[in-house]
């Protein structure tokens, strides 16, 4: 498989495991192409702040965002995956080369469907990013969320919400193509008034929230998915029409995607939200 290929099955890259500070040029990379990690980033400043609780970072996968932590004087990190793989490698990371300074780092492999981390009652930060469309439901997931968190706990969610698109070239690629999302059996997505009411069921109240990926974005998206669809296929000749490709999207998605965060977004694809866990679930 080459690079797009394993990251479409949420593998750890072989060059990666060979030299694995190279992970952080693999973020930088992301960061740079995926608008939604600049809003995820921020958020995860603001709440980090000073924090000085338990941390849980919900499908931390590659450890993207624990990265970020690294100056955090938290009491403990838990970060949380189904890929065994990853964690085995962000747990390694973490004692060869000290992943974060002032806190304990624990990784468990589980499936949010399942019941996980049952010991747990005092995580007072959750992070939940680009995780729920692959869960068989939603509402478990928040379930588990209130009976491991304790009162007053955040939970910073990030998920689609919708799949408008804008380029034929693109919804006819989706569907034909192997991407990410047909690889990691993405089962559903939901509006945010759909997740704000199933939080709120199981004691979260919504503080605060804002759209992502607007026109602008999801044209910006769509044109580099197109690039990686095509570096993912196995045909050699759309591999090569992919490599050729990526001198035009590269630039145009940064672009529009900087853009797209600078101008008021009604009807993204994306959103952004910051929960608070009420003692008590609201009737």
Not at 132 to 155: C, E, N, T
């Amino acid at each position: 498989m080459n690079l797009i290929q394993q990251a479409f099955a949420h593998a750890v890259p072989k060059h990666i495991q060979r030299f694995p500070q190279g992970l952080r040029v693999l973020h930088a990379f992301q960061s740079l192409l995926y608008s939604r990690n600049a809003t995820i980033s921020r958020a995860v400043k603001r709440a980090t702040h000073n924090f000085r609780g338990v941390l849980l970072d919900l499908g931390s996968g590659d450890g993207h965002f624990l990265f970020q932590l690294k100056n955090v004087r938290a009491h403990r990190v838990i970060a949380l995956d189904r890929n065994a793989d990853w964690m085995r490698f962000m747990e390694d990371y973490q004692a060869r080369h000290g992943l974060l300074r002032h806190a304990e780092v624990e990784f468990h492999c589980a499936d949010l469907d399942g019941d996980f981390l049952s010991h747990q009652t005092d995580v007072s930060l959750i992070f939940c990013f680009s995780v729920l469309p692959y869960v068989s439901d939603p509402g478990h997931v928040f379930a588990r969320l209130a009976k491991i968190a304790r009162p007053g706990a955040q939970l910073l969610l990030y998920t689609p919400v919708d799949f408008q698109t804008v380029l034929p070239l693109y919804r006819w690629m989706f569907k034909g193509f192997q991407h990410y999302e047909s690889m990691q059996m993405r089962r559903a997505l939901h509006s945010s008034d759909e997740l704000t009411a199933i939080a709120k069921k199981h004691g979260f109240v919504l503080a605060s929230s804002q759209k992502t990926y607007g026109f602008l974005g999801k044209i910006g998206h769509e044109c580099w998915s197109i690039s990686t669809m095509l570096l993912g296929a196995d045909n050699p000749l759309w591999q090569a029409l992919g490599a050729v490709s990526i001198p035009l999207t590269m630039p145009m998605t940064v672009l529009l995607g900087f853009l797209d965060r600078r101008l008021p977004i009604q009807h993204g694809n994306g959103w952004m939200a910051q929960f608070v866990l009420l003692a008590e679930p609201e009737s």
